[in-house]
Structure formats: structure tokens, C-alpha cells
């Protein structure tokens, strides 16, 4: 994030910490962004775009993909920051795209993959990174610090099917360890003098 050109470090920031699909991000209209309640809303997906066309926006292909999603600190910064910008230049409106060029059209997702997020990448020494990259990225760090499936599954479009078969897995003795604590720091399987102490049965 911190390596993507200015130009596209807001949609980099979206695209790493939120688990969006790229075209759900290029989708984003300003009123599907609240600054209020830190969330963005999920209404569907930039279709591909074609010269001459409008641009559309078009329902996802499963009902799992329209969604709520919290926004995290950086998200948040990122878009006031990228919306201040926006205002500045005339755009930001609730009808304008989140994510546009000069002339209020949506990015293309290839100038967003090869511009934004694999220019990010090989300035961070990262080689070869993709927006689909990130998106598994954010899916694994979800499962790997405990986040509920059925939450995590909600946040990032998926069916608990597929996130379960896909994310939910074992990541080893670190992963244990983590579940360990965060069980003991609840009062599971403490001894007696712990259980006293946190109130235990």
C-alpha cells in the first residue's frame, strides 16, 4: 500500500484490506461509502467496460456477494483522504464513482492490476502481485487470526462452503498457540486459582 502510486494508493488500500473482487471495487459509487458507520455496501459489479459504453454496474453473480463491510482504520483514512481529493476536482458526488478517471469514467481494471497494485508490488520488492492476490491474502489473514468463518465468509462474498473448504484451515503450532491464548484469556481451562480470579465456575 505504502509503494502504490499515488494515482491508485486509495483503491490499493481497498482492494488489500477489504477482500473486494476488483470490479466490486471499481463498482463503488460514493453512496455506497459510510464515513458514518465505517462500512461499504456491496451493490454489485463494474462490468467489463467497453469504449463507447457507459459503464454499468451489474448485480453480482450470487446473492453471498452483496454485502456489508467494515472499513479499518487505513481503509477509512484512505477514502477520506481520496475523497477530499475527489471533492477538490469537482467529483465525489453520491452518484460518482468511488474510483474514476479525470473524467469521472470508472478505472479499468487493467490499469488498476498493472498500474496500481503490480507497480505497488515490484516497488515493494514483492514481485509479481494481482488484485485477486490481495483478495486471497486478506481471506487468509482472516483465518489464520481466528476471525469467525461465518463473519469472515460475509465479509468477503463468499459462501461458508466455499470459504470454509478453501480458508479454513490449519496454519499450524502458531495458529494453536493463538487459540490457546485466546481461550485461557477467557477463563477455558484454567486452573483453580486462574478460574477464581476470572470468575470462573
Known sequence: VRHAPARYRAVVT??????LRLSEALGLRWRDVDLVDSEL???GQLAKLRRGEAPRVVPPKTRA??????????VERALVEHLAVEQAAGRGREQDF??????????????????????????AGLGHVTPQDLRRSACSLMARRGVD????ARITGHSLAVWVSHYARDYGRAQRREAVKRLVSSGFGVVASQCEATDGA
Open 14 to 19: 481497498v482492494l488489500a484490506y477489504t477482500g
Open 41 to 43: 455496501h456491496v451493490r
Open 65 to 74: 456477494a452483496l454485502r456489508t463491510v467494515p472499513l479499518f482504520p487505513a
Open 98 to 123: 468511488v474510483f474514476c478517471s479525470r473524467t469521472g469514467r470508472p478505472f479499468e481494471q487493467r490499469n488498476v492490476a498493472t498500474r496500481g497494485v503490480e507497480a505497488a508490488a515490484r516497488a
Open 149 to 152: 468463518p461465518v463473519a469472515a
